[in-house]
């Protein structure tokens, strides 16, 4: 390897960073480059630039050059675990991790060394791959972005005065920034795909139960999904291919038999027919023009793709969005309920306001949004998806906003429009569209039939390589962000 991070001499001249998964794949099996050099490579990268994006609570240096001894040890006695084998990758700090401290980016757990790896970590890790770090992300996934927090919040690399998403900020800043090329995240009410579109990134919500989250720490149990935030459609298949599964131990896990996310994902989507609730976002407060142009345009190139793109009506999104955060306060207080009441001051100002709100939710409000939560899985499943491939529809309404937004005083409220598929379980992903007039990412969600999830991918690569927006990436300058 050349002293600028690039390969030599038997391949092209590409810096190692901006390798896919599965091309980064290909050359360490054939001996052209080494899971070190990409180790060594993402650590400089993140040493360099990254104390302007704040996207790492946690770096794990030591563990990440041992890893990627491991895999170049294996590549070489022809021991080949799978598509994550020599990959760098990053967890967001709510994933449990043996030996290494998981802060959920509070005050409460700063000091926190799990005894044992979540799910996911040990797939990850038997797979071959590569732990760079642990990403930042709101206070116990809830409340945020917070400057009364042991850690700052992850900021934005496409302009770091501008928030980099929910509470998976930290994964979206990391592989947007080119940091690493998978961060896992999770998505409670749409914090892998709001980061996701905040960062011009791709971000998959799979199915509920499809990845287990065993280790993982919940906010609420009903709503919880854990999945990977990637440079590509074709990384997060690869990155589905090794995490996704059974677990007997999870109570929520489910069990659809082995579903192939990298076969069949270069199929194209003629013939396919997709929904489209405008109603939900059009009228919408926030919504702004640059959104609302991307996701028509997009509606177009997905037509001339061959895909027959139908307009469709939803239940009213304000039921999707009540529903869900009367369940997700219901259960993140339950969750909290014996620390809100003993150590509240340990808290993040932003984390308490939104908790306290769920001790003030009756058995009867719970219940009546668990009915309707019934009610609406059987809109979007049976009316809608029973007719039609996927759905297409907004996962923001506008592109990331300021932090000088904020009011100190006052949990922020972002535009997003995620949380009805976190409600139903459905798989949806989130992936770029384009860029506004300031240069910030714009996005659109593909929703599609349970357990469809390589279907999802499937349009979502069909869409990706149409578009042609995976050569753009964020300047990172040196300057510090106000």
Known sequence: MSEQGKITPNAPTIPLNDLSILDAGALLRAGTISAKD??????????????????????????????????????????????????PYALKDIF??????????????????????????EKLRSGGGVLIGKTATHEFAFGGPSFDLPFPPARNPWNPDHIPGGSSSGSGAAVAAGFVRMAMGSDTGGSIRGPAAYCGTVGLKPTYGLVSRRGVFPLSFTLDHAGPLSRSVDDTAATMQVIAGYDRLDPASADPGALDFLGGINDGIEGMKFAFPRHFF??????????????????????????TVDIVTLPDYELFNAAGRVILLS?????????????????GRFTHARMA????????DLMQALRVRRQLSISVNNTILGKYDAIIAASTLSPAGRF???????????????????????????????????????????????????????????????????AHRPHITMAKAA
């Open 38 to 87: 990409l180790a060594k490579d993402a650590l400089a990268r993140i040493g360099a630039l990254d104390d302007k994006l704040n996207s790492f609570i946690t770096l794990t240096t030591d563990r990440a050059l041992e890893d990627a001894e491991a895999a170049d040890t294996d590549f070489a006695n022809g021991i080949d675990k799978g598509p994550m084998q020599g990959i």
């Open 96 to 121: 449990n991790t043996a030996g290494i401290r998981t802060t959920c980016h509070s005050k409460l757990l700063q000091d926190h060394v799990p005894t044992s790896d979540c799910v996911v970590a």
């Open 282 to 307: 059009e009228d919408a407060e926030g919504v702004s023009d640059e959104v609302v142009a991307a996701l028509d345009a997009a509606i177009v190139k997905l037509g001339d793709l061959g895909a």
């Open 331 to 347: 259960e993140a207080y339950a969750i909290h309920e014996a620390d809100m009441k003993t150590r509240p001051l340990d808290y």
């Open 357 to 364: 709100v769920g001790g003030l939710l009756s058995a009867s």
């Open 404 to 470: 000088d937004q904020i009011d100190p005083e006052t949990p922020p409220a972002w535009a997003i429009q995620t949380m009805p598929f976190n409600v139903t379980g459905n798989p949806a992903m989130s992936i770029p569209t384009g860029f506004s007039a300031q240069g910030l990412p714009l996005s659109m969600q593909i929703v599609g039939k349970p357990f469809a999830d390589p279907t999802v991918l499937r349009i979502g690569k069909a869409y990706e390589t149409a578009a042609g927006l995976l």
